[in-house]
């Protein structure tokens, strides 16, 4: 087959079958085939990370591919030609307060205000891992084509697990293609203060015009602080309607799923939901030793494979926290002069023994020890209420103890829906404000729950 396109058009449609829209639409769309020679097949990409992604992840099935179309051992090739965009002096710096009008022309927009983004958060300095990899993947296709793709994208998980670095990846890469465009990073606590100011100073017009009219892609933070606040949530949403009917992108974060969000009017979470949403999960034990390996690299440092191993198992849960203990870890050896040994790093990371390294198993065999009944029957389909309380109990806590999402949860508990966590996590909510003996348990098996740290222990295998 010499035609090199109909060739790739062939492959992306094995490939489509086996691969999410969302990774699809982030790591083929923009794949060039170039031709076909000497059994191998050329194709090109702009970004450095999409041709990682291929080479290191999509090879094996796509050469497989390429021998059952062309009936001979053909191999790929991976090209990547950037385009050359001019990067943005970016300032690191807090969110500043709303830019001054500036004097422009009619029908002509102001001159762009600084983009509030941190220089570190790149797509190319994220570590992709089982538990971000959808997250990343809808980010990374938002970046592509804001506006078009995902539209709103929100994205919800614990706190330090990387939301906040795909959102101002995002912004980074947008900026990177079209200097032009107007990127605005905020959080909803500086939102929140920038509309109060605003009434105060009787300028909300000159807000909503810098929002609504001056802003191309909107990257706000933490929106699970518009809760119980009705003027702010009625502005953010004709905020968020007027951004959207003009194909502007508006990315968000949160600690919870929209459907999670208490205090929040149904018109806000049908809005939240009406694009891509997505969870991000707690590392899981082989991305937190690459995100070790990855900082070490930017601290120019060298640390023993049992070192790493010993530090990923030791912190959980939180890439902050991870980043905090390796650089607490490599101060303490510089502080001592001495290298860093696996005897070092447990006498330095002591404090950090934390309820992060409470597992959903552990919270399942506390609960059931408490209430005497079996895991098999927590994890079964049996409502006695002498089962489905303790359930409802052990979901609570899974959810509130954890970051791991509502489906992880689910299927740990015999394979349920994630609505059945859902259902649990708001009825324990309500009864506990009502009932002082379900308060009391609650109580009872966080402190159960509090010296759990051998149980979470993993190996490197």
Known sequence: MGDCHALWSQILEVIKTSSTPALFQSFFAGVRPICLRDDQLIVRVDSPLVADWLRQRYRTDIEAALQHACQRVVRLVVECEPQGAVTPV???????????????PRNQR??????????????????????????????????????????????YGGVGLGKTHLMQAIGHAVLDRQPQQVVHFVSCERFTNQFIEALQARTLGKFRDFFRSNVD???????????????????FFHTFNDLHMQGKQVVMTSDKSPQELQHIEQRMVNRFECGMVVDVQSPDFETRVAIIQK??????????????YYLANKVRNDVRKIEGALVKLLGFASVKHQ???????????????????????????AVCDFFDVRVADLRSNKRPRAIAHPR?????????LTTSSLTDIAQSFGGKDHTTVLYACRKIEQVKEQDEMVNQQLHALKRRLGNTEERCEQTPS
């Open 110 to 155: 102001p001159a762009r205000p600084p983009a509030t983004l941190n220089p570190a958060f790149r797509f190319d300095t994220f570590v992709i891992g089982s538990s971000n990899h959808m997250a990343h993947a809808a980010a990374y296709a938002t970046a592509q084509q804001p506006g078009k793709v995902y539209n709103p994208l929100f994205m």
């Open 295 to 308: 900082k070490l690299e930017q601290y120019g440092a060298q640390l023993d494979h049992d070192v790493c």
């Open 392 to 400: 409802q109990i052990a979901m609570y806590l899974c959810r509130e």
């Open 339 to 365: 290298p860093v040994t696996l005897d070092l790093a447990r006498e330095c990371l002591r404090s950090y023994v934390a309820a992060q390294c409470v597992t959903l198993d552990a919270i399942q065999k």
């Open 90 to 104: 970016i300032s690191p710096v807090d969110e500043p307060r709303l830019p001054a009008p500036v004097s422009a």
């Open 217 to 235: 892609v909107l990257l706000i933070d933490d929106v699970q602080f518009l809760s119980n606040k009705e003027s702010l949530q009625e502005e």
